[in-house]
Protein backbone atom coordinates (compact mmCIF):
# COMPACT_ATOMS: atom_id res chain seq x y z
CA UNK A 1 0.00 0.00 0.00
CA UNK A 2 2.88 2.29 0.81
CA UNK A 3 4.66 1.85 -2.67
CA UNK A 4 1.18 2.46 -4.31
CA UNK A 5 0.83 5.67 -2.70
CA UNK A 6 4.03 7.43 -4.54
CA UNK A 7 3.38 9.02 -7.97
CA UNK A 8 3.30 6.63 -10.49
CA UNK A 9 5.87 9.55 -12.35
CA UNK A 10 8.17 8.03 -9.46
CA UNK A 11 8.63 4.55 -10.58
CA UNK A 12 11.64 3.37 -12.56
CA UNK A 13 10.36 1.47 -15.75
CA UNK A 14 13.07 -0.13 -17.71
CA UNK A 15 12.43 -3.30 -20.09
CA UNK A 16 14.42 -5.95 -22.60
CA UNK A 17 12.44 -7.56 -26.09
CA UNK A 18 13.46 -8.95 -29.57
CA UNK A 19 10.34 -10.32 -31.30
CA UNK A 20 9.98 -11.04 -35.20
CA UNK A 21 9.01 -13.77 -37.85
CA UNK A 22 10.85 -15.87 -40.35
CA UNK A 23 11.17 -18.61 -42.36
CA UNK A 24 14.05 -21.00 -44.29
CA UNK A 25 14.28 -22.87 -47.17
CA UNK A 26 14.07 -26.45 -44.91
CA UNK A 27 10.83 -24.79 -43.08
CA UNK A 28 10.41 -23.48 -39.57
CA UNK A 29 14.00 -20.52 -38.83
CA UNK A 30 17.20 -23.01 -38.35
CA UNK A 31 19.90 -22.23 -36.06
CA UNK A 32 23.23 -22.43 -34.58
CA UNK A 33 24.21 -21.61 -31.48
CA UNK A 34 24.48 -17.65 -31.06
CA UNK A 35 27.30 -17.82 -28.58
CA UNK A 36 29.89 -19.20 -31.47
CA UNK A 37 28.30 -18.09 -34.78
CA UNK A 38 26.41 -14.57 -33.64
CA UNK A 39 22.86 -13.38 -32.80
CA UNK A 40 21.92 -11.46 -35.42
CA UNK A 41 19.64 -13.38 -37.85
CA UNK A 42 20.01 -16.36 -35.65
CA UNK A 43 17.14 -15.91 -33.42
CA UNK A 44 13.22 -17.68 -33.99
CA UNK A 45 12.08 -16.62 -30.29
CA UNK A 46 10.00 -13.76 -28.25
CA UNK A 47 12.18 -12.98 -24.97
CA UNK A 48 10.72 -9.76 -22.96
CA UNK A 49 11.82 -8.57 -20.02
CA UNK A 50 9.44 -5.92 -17.66
CA UNK A 51 11.51 -4.10 -14.91
CA UNK A 52 9.77 -1.78 -12.59
CA UNK A 53 12.12 -0.45 -9.73
CA UNK A 54 11.13 2.21 -6.51
CA UNK A 55 13.14 4.09 -4.53
CA UNK A 56 11.11 4.39 -1.32
CA UNK A 57 13.15 5.90 0.95
CA UNK A 58 16.12 8.58 0.82
CA UNK A 59 17.15 10.54 4.06
CA UNK A 60 20.46 12.23 5.66
CA UNK A 61 22.43 10.22 2.71
CA UNK A 62 20.57 6.42 3.70
CA UNK A 63 18.62 5.18 0.32
CA UNK A 64 16.16 2.12 0.29
CA UNK A 65 14.93 0.94 -3.26
CA UNK A 66 12.84 -2.05 -4.43
CA UNK A 67 13.51 -3.72 -7.49
CA UNK A 68 11.24 -6.15 -9.55
CA UNK A 69 11.34 -8.07 -12.87
CA UNK A 70 9.31 -10.27 -14.81
CA UNK A 71 11.08 -12.38 -18.05
CA UNK A 72 9.07 -14.49 -20.65
CA UNK A 73 10.54 -16.74 -23.07
CA UNK A 74 8.18 -17.86 -25.93
CA UNK A 75 8.70 -20.26 -28.96
CA UNK A 76 6.42 -18.23 -31.44
CA UNK A 77 4.24 -21.26 -32.31
CA UNK A 78 1.01 -19.84 -31.15
CA UNK A 79 -0.54 -16.50 -30.40
CA UNK A 80 -1.49 -17.77 -26.50
CA UNK A 81 1.49 -19.28 -25.12
CA UNK A 82 1.18 -22.66 -23.41
CA UNK A 83 -1.55 -24.29 -25.63
CA UNK A 84 -1.57 -26.05 -28.87
CA UNK A 85 2.12 -27.07 -28.97
CA UNK A 86 3.41 -23.33 -27.71
CA UNK A 87 5.42 -23.58 -25.25
CA UNK A 88 6.48 -20.03 -22.85
CA UNK A 89 8.65 -19.97 -19.58
CA UNK A 90 7.97 -16.98 -17.26
CA UNK A 91 10.25 -16.08 -14.43
CA UNK A 92 10.36 -13.66 -11.75
CA UNK A 93 13.70 -12.53 -12.94
CA UNK A 94 14.58 -10.27 -9.77
CA UNK A 95 13.09 -9.29 -6.94
CA UNK A 96 15.58 -7.22 -3.89
CA UNK A 97 15.85 -4.64 -2.37
CA UNK A 98 19.60 -2.21 -1.69
CA UNK A 99 20.34 -0.30 0.98
CA UNK A 100 22.78 2.67 0.24
CA UNK A 101 24.77 4.43 2.59
CA UNK A 102 23.65 2.13 5.53
CA UNK A 103 27.41 2.08 6.59
CA UNK A 104 28.31 5.97 6.19
CA UNK A 105 29.96 5.56 2.60
CA UNK A 106 28.96 4.92 -1.08
CA UNK A 107 28.51 0.86 -0.53
CA UNK A 108 25.36 -1.06 -1.67
CA UNK A 109 23.87 -3.72 0.66
CA UNK A 110 21.74 -5.95 -1.06
CA UNK A 111 19.37 -8.77 -0.66
CA UNK A 112 16.74 -10.89 -2.68
CA UNK A 113 17.01 -12.31 -6.66
CA UNK A 114 19.10 -10.36 -8.64
CA UNK A 115 21.08 -10.12 -12.43
CA UNK A 116 24.24 -9.17 -10.17
CA UNK A 117 27.08 -7.50 -12.04
CA UNK A 118 26.60 -9.69 -15.69
CA UNK A 119 29.17 -9.12 -17.85
CA UNK A 120 28.20 -10.52 -21.66
CA UNK A 121 28.97 -9.75 -25.20
CA UNK A 122 26.11 -8.71 -26.68
CA UNK A 123 26.73 -10.12 -30.36
CA UNK A 124 26.63 -12.99 -29.35
CA UNK A 125 24.32 -12.94 -26.01
CA UNK A 126 27.22 -14.76 -24.53
CA UNK A 127 27.46 -14.07 -20.74
CA UNK A 128 30.94 -15.11 -19.61
CA UNK A 129 30.69 -14.14 -15.80
CA UNK A 130 27.31 -14.53 -14.81
CA UNK A 131 26.20 -15.69 -11.22
CA UNK A 132 23.16 -14.06 -10.82
CA UNK A 133 20.40 -16.08 -8.28
CA UNK A 134 18.61 -15.91 -4.94
CA UNK A 135 21.71 -14.11 -2.88
CA UNK A 136 23.18 -10.91 -0.82
CA UNK A 137 26.46 -9.02 -0.68
CA UNK A 138 27.67 -5.68 -0.07
CA UNK A 139 29.13 -4.11 -3.15
CA UNK A 140 31.10 -0.69 -4.25
CA UNK A 141 33.04 -0.94 -1.14
CA UNK A 142 36.16 2.22 -1.45
CA UNK A 143 39.30 0.32 -0.80
CA UNK A 144 42.15 2.02 -1.95
CA UNK A 145 42.41 2.99 -5.47
CA UNK A 146 39.00 0.78 -6.66
CA UNK A 147 35.82 -0.98 -5.20
CA UNK A 148 35.04 -3.91 -3.69
CA UNK A 149 32.15 -5.81 -3.86
CA UNK A 150 31.52 -9.54 -2.16
CA UNK A 151 28.25 -11.56 -2.30
CA UNK A 152 26.63 -14.91 -1.73
CA UNK A 153 24.77 -16.53 -4.44
CA UNK A 154 22.51 -19.59 -4.80
CA UNK A 155 22.03 -21.36 -8.32
CA UNK A 156 21.43 -24.68 -8.24
CA UNK A 157 23.08 -27.18 -11.02
CA UNK A 158 21.48 -28.16 -13.61
CA UNK A 159 22.02 -31.81 -13.55
CA UNK A 160 20.50 -31.56 -9.73
CA UNK A 161 22.85 -33.52 -8.04
CA UNK A 162 23.21 -31.37 -5.21
CA UNK A 163 22.56 -27.87 -3.94
CA UNK A 164 25.11 -25.32 -4.50
CA UNK A 165 26.24 -22.21 -3.51
CA UNK A 166 28.47 -19.14 -5.04
CA UNK A 167 30.89 -16.92 -2.87
CA UNK A 168 31.60 -13.78 -5.17
CA UNK A 169 34.62 -11.55 -4.74
CA UNK A 170 35.33 -8.13 -7.18
CA UNK A 171 37.61 -5.85 -7.17
CA UNK A 172 36.88 -3.28 -9.91
CA UNK A 173 38.04 0.17 -11.05
CA UNK A 174 41.79 -0.44 -10.54
CA UNK A 175 43.05 2.65 -12.83
CA UNK A 176 46.61 1.56 -15.48
CA UNK A 177 46.73 4.28 -17.60
CA UNK A 178 43.92 7.08 -18.83
CA UNK A 179 40.61 5.33 -20.31
CA UNK A 180 41.82 1.97 -18.99
CA UNK A 181 40.81 -0.28 -15.83
CA UNK A 182 40.89 -3.73 -14.19
CA UNK A 183 38.51 -5.73 -12.44
CA UNK A 184 39.93 -9.05 -10.81
CA UNK A 185 37.42 -11.49 -9.45
CA UNK A 186 37.29 -15.03 -7.81
CA UNK A 187 34.34 -17.27 -7.74
CA UNK A 188 34.15 -20.48 -5.51
CA UNK A 189 30.86 -22.92 -6.18
CA UNK A 190 30.63 -24.76 -3.33
CA UNK A 191 28.51 -28.18 -2.95
CA UNK A 192 26.22 -28.30 -0.81
CA UNK A 193 25.16 -32.17 -0.92
CA UNK A 194 22.41 -33.84 2.04
CA UNK A 195 23.44 -36.76 3.83
CA UNK A 196 21.89 -38.95 1.68
CA UNK A 197 23.61 -37.81 -1.51
CA UNK A 198 27.04 -39.54 -2.94
CA UNK A 199 29.46 -36.38 -1.63
CA UNK A 200 32.21 -38.64 -3.72
CA UNK A 201 30.27 -37.43 -6.84
CA UNK A 202 30.29 -33.93 -6.18
CA UNK A 203 32.61 -31.86 -6.21
CA UNK A 204 33.38 -28.69 -6.05
CA UNK A 205 34.64 -25.74 -8.64
CA UNK A 206 36.79 -22.26 -9.01
CA UNK A 207 36.64 -19.55 -11.49
CA UNK A 208 39.08 -16.89 -11.77
CA UNK A 209 38.75 -13.60 -13.51
CA UNK A 210 40.81 -10.76 -15.30
CA UNK A 211 39.07 -8.02 -17.54
CA UNK A 212 40.99 -5.17 -19.03
CA UNK A 213 38.51 -2.38 -20.23
CA UNK A 214 40.39 0.18 -22.14
CA UNK A 215 39.21 3.49 -24.66
CA UNK A 216 40.20 2.97 -28.03
CA UNK A 217 39.35 5.46 -30.99
CA UNK A 218 36.67 6.09 -29.39
CA UNK A 219 35.19 3.37 -28.55
CA UNK A 220 36.34 0.47 -26.15
CA UNK A 221 37.93 -3.23 -26.04
CA UNK A 222 37.62 -5.43 -23.38
CA UNK A 223 40.48 -8.38 -22.88
CA UNK A 224 39.28 -11.21 -20.45
CA UNK A 225 41.33 -14.48 -18.86
CA UNK A 226 39.56 -17.10 -16.97
CA UNK A 227 41.10 -20.36 -15.18
CA UNK A 228 38.49 -22.84 -14.27
CA UNK A 229 39.18 -25.50 -11.42
CA UNK A 230 37.48 -29.00 -11.02
CA UNK A 231 33.85 -28.67 -11.40
CA UNK A 232 33.85 -25.76 -13.43
CA UNK A 233 37.03 -26.95 -15.48
CA UNK A 234 34.38 -27.59 -18.70
CA UNK A 235 32.81 -24.15 -18.57
CA UNK A 236 35.92 -23.11 -20.80
CA UNK A 237 34.72 -25.09 -23.48
CA UNK A 238 30.66 -24.72 -22.64
CA UNK A 239 30.44 -21.17 -22.62
CA UNK A 240 29.90 -20.92 -19.11
CA UNK A 241 29.43 -17.89 -17.09
CA UNK A 242 30.84 -19.82 -13.59
CA UNK A 243 27.73 -19.96 -12.38
CA UNK A 244 26.43 -22.63 -9.69
CA UNK A 245 24.53 -24.23 -12.10
CA UNK A 246 26.99 -25.20 -14.34
CA UNK A 247 28.80 -27.42 -11.31
CA UNK A 248 29.35 -30.91 -13.05
CA UNK A 249 29.01 -34.06 -11.23
CA UNK A 250 32.25 -36.56 -10.61
CA UNK A 251 34.37 -33.61 -11.81
CA UNK A 252 37.30 -34.20 -9.16
CA UNK A 253 40.11 -32.67 -11.13
CA UNK A 254 40.36 -30.36 -14.10
CA UNK A 255 41.27 -27.33 -15.32
CA UNK A 256 40.57 -24.71 -18.32
CA UNK A 257 41.69 -21.53 -19.71
CA UNK A 258 38.98 -18.92 -21.50
CA UNK A 259 40.53 -16.24 -23.28
CA UNK A 260 38.42 -12.94 -24.66
CA UNK A 261 38.91 -9.85 -26.39
CA UNK A 262 35.54 -8.25 -27.87
CA UNK A 263 34.93 -4.85 -28.28
CA UNK A 264 33.26 -1.86 -30.19
CA UNK A 265 35.31 0.62 -32.29
CA UNK A 266 34.10 3.30 -34.92
CA UNK A 267 35.95 3.36 -37.96
CA UNK A 268 35.42 6.84 -39.53
CA UNK A 269 32.22 8.55 -39.49
CA UNK A 270 30.34 6.09 -41.31
CA UNK A 271 31.26 2.76 -39.75
CA UNK A 272 31.54 1.13 -36.59
CA UNK A 273 32.45 -2.05 -35.89
CA UNK A 274 31.76 -4.94 -33.46
CA UNK A 275 33.78 -7.89 -32.72
CA UNK A 276 34.31 -10.98 -30.44
CA UNK A 277 37.04 -13.59 -30.45
CA UNK A 278 36.51 -16.49 -27.89
CA UNK A 279 39.18 -19.59 -27.40
CA UNK A 280 38.64 -22.29 -24.61
CA UNK A 281 40.32 -25.03 -23.71
CA UNK A 282 39.96 -27.88 -20.99
CA UNK A 283 41.91 -30.91 -19.88
CA UNK A 284 40.87 -33.90 -17.73
CA UNK A 285 37.45 -32.12 -17.35
CA UNK A 286 33.82 -33.40 -17.49
CA UNK A 287 31.34 -32.44 -19.41
CA UNK A 288 27.35 -33.10 -19.13
CA UNK A 289 28.34 -36.41 -17.44
CA UNK A 290 31.13 -37.49 -20.26
CA UNK A 291 35.10 -37.57 -18.67
CA UNK A 292 36.96 -35.74 -21.52
CA UNK A 293 40.45 -35.84 -22.09
CA UNK A 294 40.86 -32.69 -23.65
CA UNK A 295 38.91 -29.94 -25.30
CA UNK A 296 39.40 -26.85 -26.93
CA UNK A 297 37.03 -24.26 -29.09
CA UNK A 298 37.36 -21.00 -31.05
CA UNK A 299 34.95 -19.08 -32.33
CA UNK A 300 35.05 -15.31 -33.94
CA UNK A 301 31.98 -13.09 -34.51
CA UNK A 302 32.65 -9.56 -36.60
CA UNK A 303 29.58 -7.13 -36.77
CA UNK A 304 30.24 -3.80 -39.36
CA UNK A 305 27.84 -1.49 -39.47
CA UNK A 306 27.22 1.49 -42.33
CA UNK A 307 25.43 4.38 -41.50
CA UNK A 308 23.17 5.98 -44.31
CA UNK A 309 21.56 8.45 -42.07
CA UNK A 310 20.17 9.04 -38.47
CA UNK A 311 17.96 6.31 -38.29
CA UNK A 312 19.04 3.81 -41.42
CA UNK A 313 22.08 1.58 -41.52
CA UNK A 314 23.28 -1.62 -43.22
CA UNK A 315 24.31 -4.24 -41.33
CA UNK A 316 26.81 -7.24 -42.03
CA UNK A 317 27.84 -10.26 -39.19
CA UNK A 318 29.70 -13.25 -40.00
CA UNK A 319 30.92 -15.89 -37.60
CA UNK A 320 32.83 -18.94 -37.43
CA UNK A 321 33.48 -22.10 -34.77
CA UNK A 322 35.78 -24.93 -34.94
CA UNK A 323 35.31 -27.73 -31.79
CA UNK A 324 37.98 -30.57 -31.07
CA UNK A 325 37.02 -32.96 -28.12
CA UNK A 326 38.99 -35.83 -26.92
CA UNK A 327 36.68 -37.91 -24.60
CA UNK A 328 38.71 -40.55 -22.07
CA UNK A 329 40.18 -43.10 -23.72
CA UNK A 330 38.67 -42.10 -26.93
CA UNK A 331 39.35 -40.27 -30.42
CA UNK A 332 39.59 -36.42 -31.24
CA UNK A 333 36.61 -35.53 -33.19
CA UNK A 334 35.80 -31.85 -34.62
CA UNK A 335 32.81 -29.65 -35.18
CA UNK A 336 32.73 -26.52 -37.24
CA UNK A 337 30.06 -23.71 -38.35
CA UNK A 338 29.67 -20.45 -40.36
CA UNK A 339 27.15 -17.73 -40.26
CA UNK A 340 26.70 -14.98 -42.10
CA UNK A 341 23.98 -12.43 -42.09
CA UNK A 342 22.98 -9.00 -44.33
CA UNK A 343 20.15 -6.63 -42.60
CA UNK A 344 18.89 -3.72 -43.37
CA UNK A 345 17.78 -2.34 -40.02
CA UNK A 346 15.93 1.30 -39.00
CA UNK A 347 16.75 2.79 -35.36
CA UNK A 348 16.31 5.62 -32.90
CA UNK A 349 19.61 6.75 -33.99
CA UNK A 350 22.73 5.73 -35.96
CA UNK A 351 24.87 4.88 -33.24
CA UNK A 352 25.95 0.89 -32.78
CA UNK A 353 23.75 0.77 -29.37
CA UNK A 354 21.02 2.41 -30.72
CA UNK A 355 17.76 1.21 -30.02
CA UNK A 356 14.85 0.41 -30.85
CA UNK A 357 15.91 -1.32 -34.24
CA UNK A 358 13.36 -2.71 -36.68
CA UNK A 359 15.87 -5.43 -39.36
CA UNK A 360 15.01 -7.18 -42.29
CA UNK A 361 17.58 -9.93 -42.92
CA UNK A 362 18.63 -12.82 -44.68
CA UNK A 363 21.04 -15.27 -43.17
CA UNK A 364 23.13 -18.40 -44.77
CA UNK A 365 24.00 -20.81 -42.26
CA UNK A 366 26.38 -24.00 -42.53
CA UNK A 367 27.22 -26.96 -40.21
CA UNK A 368 27.39 -30.79 -41.43
CA UNK A 369 24.00 -32.39 -40.65
CA UNK A 370 22.75 -29.56 -37.75
CA UNK A 371 19.58 -28.28 -40.23
CA UNK A 372 16.30 -29.73 -39.92
CA UNK A 373 15.69 -33.08 -42.24
CA UNK A 374 14.66 -32.57 -45.71
CA UNK A 375 11.57 -34.81 -47.63
CA UNK A 376 13.78 -37.36 -47.74
CA UNK A 377 14.91 -37.84 -44.10
CA UNK A 378 18.27 -36.53 -44.81
CA UNK A 379 19.58 -33.28 -42.70
CA UNK A 380 20.82 -30.93 -44.34
CA UNK A 381 24.46 -29.15 -44.52
CA UNK A 382 22.86 -25.82 -44.61
CA UNK A 383 20.45 -23.30 -44.65
CA UNK A 384 18.94 -20.15 -45.56
CA UNK A 385 16.70 -18.04 -43.08
CA UNK A 386 14.59 -14.62 -44.11
CA UNK A 387 12.78 -12.33 -41.84
CA UNK A 388 12.10 -9.36 -39.83
CA UNK A 389 13.17 -8.74 -36.11
CA UNK A 390 12.59 -6.05 -33.81
CA UNK A 391 14.96 -4.90 -30.53
CA UNK A 392 14.40 -2.91 -27.67
CA UNK A 393 15.95 -1.71 -24.45
CA UNK A 394 14.77 0.95 -22.41
Given at each position: ???A???A??V ?13 D??G ?12 G????T ?7 Q???N?A?KS???D????M????V???E????S?AD????Q ?11 N?T?W???R ?5 DI??T?F?Y????G ?17 AW???D???G???A ?5 R????P??E??A ?8 K ?5 AQ??DA ?9 E?N ?8 K ?10 AA???GYG???G ?8 K????R???W??L??G?K??LGH???Y??C???VS ?7 S????I ?11 MK??F ?6 T?V ?5 S ?12 Q?W???S ?5 PEL?VF????SQD??F ?6 T??D ?9 EA?W
Amino acid sequence: MALASVSASAVDFHGYMRSGVGMSDNGGMQLLNKKVVGRLGNEDDTYGEIQLGQEVYNKAGKSFYVDSMVAMSSNQVRGWENTGGSTADFALAQFNVQGKGLFGGNETFWAGKRYYQRHDIHITDFYYWDVSGAGAGVENISAGPGQLSVAWLRNDPWMGQSDANTFDVRYAGIPLWEGAALELGYDFVKANPTDAQDTDAINDGHMITAELNASLMGGFNKTVVQYFIDGLAADAVGYGSGTGSDLQPSADKGDGLRLINWGVLPLGDKVELGHAIVYGTCSDCVSWGTQLDDSDTFSIVARPMYKWNDVMKTIFEGGYYKTNVTPAGGSETSTDGTKFTLAQAWSAGSGFWARPELRVFVSYLSQDGAFAADKSGTAQDDAWNFGVQAEAWW
